[in-house]
């Protein structure tokens, strides 16, 4: 069984990843952003994620970020 130290809380488009990244910033937390596309490109591959990110949080700030990133997007899902 694999365990990791880090869980993904985001997976969406680059401009509410970084609302969502920022956000976790304000709150003290430091996330990881993995965005495939971006990888890709710098390899020299082409990208099909087409903006997609995913931000992934330590595992001892994971209550707070899913506070945080539930608050955004329902702030994002009121806002449209």
Do not use: C, W
Request: hydrophobic share 40%; no cysteine.
């Amino acid at each position: 069984m694999s365990t990791t130290e880090y869980t993904r809380v985001y997976y969406g488009n680059f401009i509410l990843a970084t609302r969502v990244r920022e956000e976790l910033e304000l709150a003290d937390i430091i996330p990881i952003i993995k965005d495939e596309g971006e990888s890709q490109r710098l390899g020299g591959q082409g990208s099909l994620s087409n903006g997609i990110q995913e931000i992934y949080v330590h595992n001892d700030e994971l209550g707070k970020a899913k506070v945080i990133v539930a608050r955004v997007e329902a702030d994002m899902e009121a806002a449209s």
